[in-house]
């Protein structure tokens, strides 16, 4: 009976059924009176065991993904945090990272059509890309032909291994959010709107290596702390 209520025809009569304004309800009598399209018994038989049988392996999938997220903060915590040895130092990200401008062009003044160029925005860092960025197989905007540049934003375009951190956003936790570029394309890319954009100093970081740091959460407890003491 789960799975029939589900189908999209008791749905549709179920929902046609409910009244409420802000929120929908539905009574006993609502229920009762709506229909659904019932198979033979042994055909349900098969069916329940077929869908009960996809519902145990889409929860164990899950829970490895589960699983594997807990281990992968662990291993972060431990190579990019307290846990790391003492061969390890630390430094200031000044240290390791050069930063360059970035340019505060609006969505107004790019366009996914064409161009010379193209830009990051803060929003894509934050919707889009994951915590690795080849521009060779994502959506990246293009800079309107009109704009003009000539100002500090535009003499260090994005190469492979930057870093590039989104510095605002309506959720705090995403402040501070990170992605590095393995793939900058054959078009010039620039760092645009509400980003930073950051490059490692030679001999300092391995490549795929630097967003994990920015990851860790002993970076990301420094942020929370610029965050409320700014």
């Known amino acids: 009976?789960?799975?029939?209520?589900?189908?999209?025809s008791a749905r549709k009569d179920i929902t046609s059924r409910s009244g409420g304004s802000t929120r929908y309800n539905i009574g006993q009598e609502g229920i009762a009176a709506s229909s659904v399209h019932l198979p033979t018994l042994p055909e349900q038989?098969?069916?329940?065991?077929?869908?009960?049988?996809?519902?145990?392996?889409?929860a164990g999938l899950r829970r490895q993904v589960a699983a594997l997220e807990r281990y992968?903060?662990?291993v972060m915590q431990g190579v990019c945090g307290e846990g790391a040895d003492g061969r390890w130092v630390k430094v200031k990200v000044s240290e390791v990272y050069s930063f360059f401008s970035t340019n505060s062009l609006s969505w107004a003044q790019l366009n996914y059509d064409s161009g010379k160029y193209r830009n990051i925005h803060y929003g894509d860092i934050h919707t889009q890309f994951s915590q690795y960025l080849d521009v060779r197989h994502a959506s990246v905007p293009y800079i309107n032909m009109d704009v003009t540049m000539k100002d500090a934003a535009y003499k260090h375009p994005v190469q492979a291994g930057d870093i590039l951190l989104a510095d605002a956003s309506e959720d705090v936790n995403d402040i501070g959010k990170a992605t590095e570029v393995v793939d900058a394309g054959n078009i010039p890319l620039y760092a645009g709107l509400h980003t930073i954009h950051a490059r490692p100093k030679q001999g300092t970081i391995a490549p795929e290596f630097g967003t994990l740091l920015f990851q860790s959460p002993t970076f990301r407890r420094q942020v929370y702390t610029a965050i409320h003491e700014g």
């Not at 009976?1 to 999209?8: D, F, Q």
């Open 1 to 8: 009976m789960n799975y029939l209520l589900k189908t999209s």
């Open 72 to 74: 992968k903060r662990g």
């Open 45 to 58: 038989q098969k069916i329940a065991a077929f869908l009960t049988a996809v519902d145990g392996r889409q």
